[in-house]
Nanobody
């Protein structure tokens, strides 16, 4: 059974920084992608950033140049460094792990961590 545990959310002023972490445990296959999604009140969940097991990255246009995703394969942990935060970054941030299991992609989600950007 796969579990994802997120940490690092909180309240920060505009222009500030936060670092989110997501640690995976259980049976983790080598070919996988880890990423961060967010959902603001009344909006759909959207991709923020993702990183493959080969370290290829993908970012939403709204966070390019401000957020950076990285991973530690030995610890099966993904990080999201968020700089120059804006009020519109306020949302619940979810970690997602997608793994290739027996020929098909399977998704696992964390419980979410609240990020609030406000003065």
């Amino acid at each position: 059974q796969v579990q994802l545990v997120e940490s690092g959310g909180g309240l920060v002023q505009p222009g500030g920084s936060l670092r989110l972490s997501c640690a995976a445990s259980g049976t983790i296959f080598t070919v996988n992608t880890m990423g961060w999604y967010r959902q603001a009140p009344g909006k759909q969940r959207e991709l923020v950033a993702a990183i493959t097991s080969g370290s290829s990255t993908n970012y939403a246009d709204s966070v390019k140049g401000r957020f950076s995703i990285s991973r530690d394969n030995a610890k099966i942990t993904v990080y999201l460094q968020m700089n120059s935060l804006k009020p519109e970054d306020t949302a619940v941030y979810y970690c997602k792990l997608s793994m290739l299991e027996r020929g098909r992609w399977v998704d696992y989600w964390g419980q979410g961590t609240q990020v609030t950007v406000s003065s």
